[in-house]
T-cell receptor
Framework: DSGVTQTPKHLITATGQRVTLRCSPRSGDLSVYWYQQSLDQGLQFLIQYYNGEERAKGNILERFSAQQFPDLHSELNLSSLELGDSALYFCASSDLAGLGHNEQFFGPGTRLTVL | AQSVTQLDSHVSVSEGTPVLLRCNYS??????LFWYVQHPNKGLQLLLKYTSAATLVKGINGFEAEFKKSETSFHLTKPSAHMSDAAEYFCVVSDREAGNMLTFGGGTRLMVKP
């Protein structure tokens, strides 16, 4: 158990809908990262937050957004969902701001299915 | 820009035989390199990491990897495969020029035959 929790484990929704995925980092970790894992794109970095501030952006669509709250949990919001958004979404945390060796601890993931 | 190539998408070995999962990387700075393992329906677990100290890195569950700068490689090995090693393995690079963002290879699925 990495200490990173994600809810829900599974989510099934329809095209055009909006969903929110939640992540709680390991105790004491200030950085939260979101990743998408799909069959065709592999594992891709979406976005990083550090202590409430956006730190780095990867291949995140404009329809997606994230935030990190004062208690350090994070939410990833996906809107106007398309079939291609079906994927496993991982959250990871680390205690670093992005400087240093950046060992990240991954949650179990949320499997999103868009019908 | 950094990138990672895992040379084999699937590797099959017999239980008790050696494992070799190959990884080549591209990085314009001194990279940190990682191997993560993903068991079915599970999250990713860190196996080992290279962070510019010793070039031979020992990880959990008997896995090792050697950083070879001249070959830009970071291959993962294990002397004797166990059935529980069957999983997907990801080679990952991170460097400061990319803001320490992690870039994942495409993954290698390791199958272990009894």
């Amino acid at each position: 158990d990495s200490g990173v929790t994600q809810t829900p484990k599974h989510l099934i929704t329809a095209t055009g809908q909006r969903v929110t995925l939640r992540c709680s980092p390991r105790s004491g970790d200030l950085s939260v990262y979101w990743y998408q894992q799909s069959l065709d794109q592999g594992l891709q970095f979406l976005i990083q937050y550090y202590n409430g501030e956006e730190r780095a952006k990867g291949n995140i669509l404009e329809r997606f957004s994230a935030q990190q709250f004062p208690d350090l949990h994070s939410e990833l919001n996906l809107s106007s969902l398309e079939l291609g958004d079906s994927a496993l979404y991982f959250c990871a945390s680390s205690d670093l701001a992005g400087l240093g060796h950046n060992e990240q601890f991954f949650g179990p993931g949320t499997r999103l299915t868009v019908l | 820009a950094q990138s990672v190539t895992q040379l084999d998408s699937h590797v099959s070995v017999s239980e008790g035989t050696p494992v070799l999962l190959r990884c080549n990387y591209s990085s314009s700075y001194s990279p940190s390199l990682f191997w993560y393992v993903q068991h079915p329906n599970k999250g990713l677990q860190l196996l080992l990491k290279y962070t510019s100290a010793a070039t031979l890195v020992k990880g959990i569950n008997g896995f090792e990897a050697e950083f070879k700068k001249s070959e830009t490689s970071f291959h993962l090995t294990k002397p004797s495969a166990h059935m529980s090693d069957a999983a997907e393995y990801f080679c990952v690079v991170s460097d400061r020029e990319a803001g320490n963002m992690l870039t994942f290879g495409g993954g290698t699925r390791l199958m272990v035959k009894p």
